[in-house]
T-cell receptor
Framework: DTEVTQTPKHLVMGMTNKKSLKCEQH?????MYWYKQKAKKPPELMFV???????INESVPSRFSPECPNSSLLNLHLHALQPEDSALYLC??????????????FGSGTQLSVL | GQQVMQIPQYQHVQEGEDFTTYCNSS?????IQWYKQRPGGHPVFLIQ?????EVKKQKRLTFQFGEAKKNSSLHITATQTTDVGTYFC??????????FGKGTMLLVSP
């Protein structure tokens, strides 16, 4: 079972809606991530937070807005999304030491549909 | 991050047959990680290889890292239906950057 918890598991929203995805971990990890995964594709990195500061933004459109309130929580605020944004959104965490041998722990994801 | 190429894209085997997926890079990899994603699930870390020529085993799974650290393979002996899923290789190049291969989807018929 994953130790990274994501809510909601499923979300359907219109293009004018504002919604938020939530992620929580209690492993003491200091790096947290948002990935986007389309069907039959690998996960694509969106954002990385390291020690609660945004360290990587992979040129993600501003309609996606990440937030890291504390070391255990990560949010992704969604506004004015497009149908092509429909995907599985995965949160992950790692110890955050910055070494190249860190393994990622993924949450179960939020399956997002934009109508 | 650099590209890691993964083949095959898809493989369908009969239960009991062996299965291998390969990852290749044009440049030297610092390390390679392998993840498994079950249908409808999320990626789960399997293993990490760091040293040139490294071989690691987990029950029926054998992971290899090439001598030049430019390729890696995952071999499953005598597949079972529980092995169904997509297997991804990924390079962690540090600074919290994980670059995934395209994955190999494994189907196992009973």
């Amino acid at each position: 079972d994953t130790e990274v918890t994501q809510t909601p598991k499923h979300l359907v929203m219109g293009m004018t809606n504002k919604k938020s995805l939530k992620c929580e971990q209690h492993m003491g990890h200091r790096a947290m991530y948002w990935y986007k995964q389309k069907a039959k594709k690998p996960p694509e990195l969106m954002f990385v937070y390291s020690y609660e500061k945004l360290s990587i933004n992979e040129s993600v459109p501003s309609r996606f807005s990440p937030e890291c309130p504390n070391s255990s929580l990560l949010n992704l605020h969604l506004h004015a999304l497009q149908p092509e944004d429909s995907a599985l959104y995965l949160c992950a965490s790692s110890s955050g030491q910055g070494a190249s041998n860190e393994k990622l722990f993924f949450g179960s994801g939020t399956q997002l549909s934009v109508l | 991050g650099q590209q890691v190429m993964q083949i095959p894209q898809y493989q369908h085997v009969q239960e009991g047959e062996d299965f291998t997926t390969y990852c290749n890079s044009s440049t030297t990899l610092s390390n390679i990680q392998w993840y498994k994603q079950r249908p409808g699930g999320h990626p789960v870390f399997l293993i990490q290889l760091v040293k040139s020529g490294e071989v690691k085993k987990q029950k029926r799974l054998t992971f290899q890292f090439g001598e030049a650290k430019k390729n890696s393979s995952l071999h499953i002996t005598a597949t079972q239906t529980t092995d169904v899923g997509t297997y991804f290789c990924a390079e962690n190049s540090g600074y919290s950057t994980l670059t995934f291969g395209k994955g190999t989807m494994l189907l196992v018929s009973p």
